[in-house]
């Protein structure tokens, strides 16, 4: 009976270790796990934490401003103030500029991947909805009639990447803060560099 128990014990270590070390092999970015969720000790860089700071503009209160070479998000507020965000941008070959308004705002919005992110990620979910592992996080801001999105993400270490496909990530805290502020219709600008 021992030797049965102990060979048991043995057999269940071996596959164990063969499926842990099969998973490592095969094991995708956790960029790319679509159902990922952060683990409670996972926080956003201090340098892309969101805060008031000092912001020059010609553009009105409640302007979105995107600044993807710097990874920061401003809400342009009176008196040469904003509320910076720190944001993940497109990765090389998806980042973008432009002047768009949010067209639509959802809370826990589900997310199909477009056609052309399918062909270039097979692996991924056609569909998926709304809740705690979907990469949208916990809420959406949509850009005019694009494809491309504010939104939330389960990974605050990206914050400050080139990692997206075009879309800008805020950590889930920091996008609810921002759904709140705005509504459909706000401009929205996306620019590569800062301008003086």
């Known amino acids: 009976m021992m030797r049965c128990l102990a ?6 270590a071996l596959a164990g270790s063969s499926v842990a070390q099969a998973q490592r092999a095969g094991e995708m970015k956790i960029d790319d796990q679509s159902g990922y969720e952060p683990d409670a000790n ?6 892309f934490q969101r805060q008031a ?9 409640g302007t979105i401003v995107v600044h993807t070479s710097e990874r920061f998000m401003y809400l342009v507020q009176n008196n040469s103030r904003a509320l910076r965000y720190g944001v ?3 990765r090389d ?4 500029a432009g002047l768009l308004k949010i067209s639509r ?10 056609q052309e992110m399918i062909e270039r990620q097979p692996y991924l979910p056609r569909w998926m909805a709304g809740g705690p592992g979907n ?11 694009t494809i491309y999105r504010i939104h939330g993400t389960n990974q605050p270490h990206t914050i400050g990447q080139v990692v997206s496909s075009g879309c800008f990530r805020l950590v889930n805290n ?23």
């Open 93 to 96: 070959g998806f980042q973008w």
């Open 53 to 61: 700071v000092f912001f020059h503009t010609s553009e009105p209160a």
């Open 135 to 145: 990469p949208f996080g916990v809420r959406a801001l949509y850009l005019g009639g």
């Open 105 to 114: 705002k959802a809370e826990w919005p589900d997310w199909a991947p477009p």
């Open 7 to 12: 060979a048991m014990l043995v057999a269940i």
């Open 174 to 196: 920091d996008v609810i803060d921002l759904y709140d502020r705005v509504h459909v219709g706000t401009k929205v600008v996306i620019r590569h560099a800062a301008s003086l």
């Open 88 to 90: 993940s941008v497109g």
């Open 42 to 47: 996972e926080r956003v860089p201090a340098a």
